[in-house]
């Protein structure tokens, strides 16, 4: 069965940190990749996607994405990291472009001010 | 862009009636919306996927005349939970998709509707 894992379920860094998520999902064939973030009291955001082309992805707020297509791999990395990033991070693949989206466990990342 | 709102963020009802729940695309034109049903402490389960126009299709153990979707615009999709009891109490989430431009194949959510069935 297709699965997306996240590896780190909970991640505390200092501010200014340097920060990766994990990320690894189990499909062979072609997909579309997605990094969601929520932010405590709101709503799913979309922070970036890669779908085909350079497979460093940037997204919002200084974050990035490296597809590695031979590690089936899509981590989150962001060089210094900041007290309003404190929020969940959910990964997200959608197989053969069929919308629909098999989601990561999530990885709650607090930053220490 | 890529605003998707919901109405009502919360909503508690009486065992037995039934409860609409909104799904709008403010800036998009979504030709696919999806009804998610969240429970603490878990991710995302997808209940049902609508295009607009066309019959929902449901995720296996979803009862489709429980849930009713309707997606009878590019920009409103609704969930409708009929006859409901205190065990579908949760959170639902939508999202939207549109098929071609800048959002396609993506989905934006909705900030969700939390229900309470007393």
């Known amino acids: 069965a297709q699965s997306v894992s996240q590896h780190n379920h909970h991640v505390i860094l200092s501010e200014a940190a340097s920060l990766e998520l994990g990320c690894n999902y189990s499909y062979g064939g072609t997909v579309n990749l997605f990094w969601y973030v929520q932010y405590p009291g709101q709503h799913l955001q979309l922070l970036l996607k890669?779908?085909?082309?350079d497979p460093l992805v940037k997204g919002i707020k200084g974050f990035e994405a490296e597809f590695i297509k031979s590690k089936f791999s899509f981590n989150l990395r962001k060089p210094s990291v900041q007290w309003s990033d404190t929020a969940e991070y959910f990964c997200a693949v959608n197989p053969d472009s069929n919308y629909q989206l098999i989601w990561g466990a999530g990885t709650k990342l607090i930053i220490k001010p | 862009g890529a605003v998707v709102s919901q109405h009502p963020s919360r909503v508690i009802c009486k065992s037995g009636t039934s409860v609409k729940i909104e799904c709008r695309s403010l800036?998009?034109?979504?030709?696919?919306m999806f009804w998610y049903r969240q429970f603490p402490k878990q991710s995302l389960m997808l209940m049902a996927t609508?295009?607009?126009?066309?019959?929902?299709?449901?995720e296996q153990g979803v009862e489709k005349d429980k849930f009713l979707i309707n997606h009878a615009s590019l920009t409103l999709s609704t969930l409708t939970v009929t006859s409901a009891h205190p065990e579908d109490s949760s959170f639902y989430i939508c999202s939207a998709s549109a098929s071609g431009g800048a959002h396609t194949d993506t989905q934006y959510f909705g900030p969700g509707t939390r229900l309470t069935v007393l």
């Open positions: 609508s295009n607009e126009g066309s019959k929902a299709t449901y």
């Open positions: 800036d998009f034109q979504a030709t696919t």
């Open positions: 890669y779908f085909s082309g």
